[in-house]
């Protein structure tokens, strides 16, 4: 007989769910006379387009099983759009896998790549926890490092890179990621590149791993992650999609054939409405840009010091003191921050601002941080 009691919980290896520590600081914050600002989460709040509620009813009468591969038309309307968009070559529907939402594919993809104990995996000393809880469920070893020559001889599996960065708005240029793709083709490793903000540059290019001036139009070993929730406001729609190594997504779509991980019909006709039209992102990103300007000149109106930041939906802003002596601070005046340690240990006197709040909601922020 089976000996239950040597089951492995796979819960008992992950960190604690970061935002569950955040309760007292929300109590605190929404204790507000005018109500909580929450700035703690990258959770949009616009309307979805017409147009894409529109794509979404096109979809909506399907009676059968969709594929997990997407409809063609899904898989060549997100190729065009990358090479339209961010200026990415030689892409087409053979390099495209649509997503269930792009965490799920960052907690899953290093277990369907075929990793486990043994292997090692680069993350972002500063990262979307996400990253490292999809090493550990893997049973993978998690290895913090911005700098992958400082790492000596190590032959990890994979490198994950984040850039434009989830926290920090950091943006990797082109060299760098020349460098990159260039040490993990020497050591056979894969890099996933977590590129769910690039349409949010502001203070500088942000650049794919798939363009051609950091790849030279080889895609082999590379894996590009991107998202709807934030050009287009889909986090409810889940919607994201894979883009890469055509032998790379052919494996990954084998395993996500037979784990039944497929995108509903309907939020596949919703996505490809949103990868064919560019109207609707332009107006996001303007609202974001709008929102920035508002928040990071209150925020240094404060005291604080803005890092990196150069892209994405969030300001990396620090007091230089512990991150929950900030969030405190923050949260007496009605300002709900993410405590930069949920990123990692380098980030333990930050806090991380969204961007993700309504207008009136900002500018609550930026008066409260305004009075002298």
């Known amino acids: 007989m089976t000996d239950k009691t040597a089951r492995r919980s796979v819960a008992t290896t992950l960190p604690d769910f970061p935002w569950d520590t955040l309760t007292e600081a929300k109590a605190t914050a929404a204790a507000h006379p005018d109500g909580i600002v929450d700035l703690s989460v990258g959770t949009p709040v616009d309307e979805i387009a017409d147009v894409i509620r529109r794509g979404l009813d096109d979809g909506a009468g ?6 997990t591969s997407g409809t063609s038309a899904l898989r060549d309307a997100a190729a065009a759009a990358l090479i339209r968009r961010y200026g ?59 700098s992958l020559f400082a790492l000596g001889p190590t032959n990890p599996g994979a490198v994950f890179i984040n850039s434009p960065s989830n926290p920090t708005g950091a943006v990797l240029g082109v060299d760098h990621l020349r460098k990159v793709v260039a040490w993990a083709r020497e050591r056979g490793a894969i890099v996933i590149s977590d590129e769910c903000y690039l349409g949010l540059a502001w203070d500088a290019e942000a650049v794919s791993i798939l363009d051609p001036r ?36 052919a494996e990954l779509l084998a395993v996500r054939k037979h784990a039944g991980l497929i995108v509903p019909y309907p939020v596949q006709t919703a ?15 303007e609202r974001y840009l709008n929102r920035r300007v508002v928040l990071s000149t209150a925020v240094r109106h404060a005291g604080f010091r803005i890092d990196h930041s150069e892209a994405g939906l969030y300001l990396w802003a620090t007091r230089d003191e512990p991150c929950r002596d900030t969030v405190a601070w923050l949260a007496e005046r009605g300002i709900l921050a993410a405590p930069g340690e949920f990123y990692g240990p380098a980030g333990t006197k930050h806090v991380r601002l969204a961007l993700t709040a309504t207008d009136e909601r900002i500018a609550a922020a930026a008066a409260r941080l305004t009075v002298d």
């Open 88 to 146: 990415i070559a030689d892409v087409d529907a053979s390099s495209i896998l649509p997503l269930i939402g792009t965490k799920e594919a960052i907690a899953s993809v290093v277990s369907l790549l075929g990793f486990g104990p043994g292997d090692d995996i680069v993350i972002p000393e500063v990262a979307y926890p996400t990253y490292e809880v999809g090493v550990l469920l893997a049973g993978a070893r998690p290895v913090r490092s911005d």
């Open 62 to 67: 399907f009676p059968g099983y969709p594929t």
């Open 214 to 249: 950091v790849s030279d139009g080889d895609t082999t070993g590379l894996l590009a992650v991107h998202s709807l929730s934030k050009i287009s406001n889909l986090a409810g729609y889940r919607a994201g999609f894979f883009a890469g190594d055509p032998a790379l997504v």
């Open 271 to 285: 996505m490809l409405a949103a990868l064919t039209d560019d109207d609707h992102v332009a107006v996001q990103r």
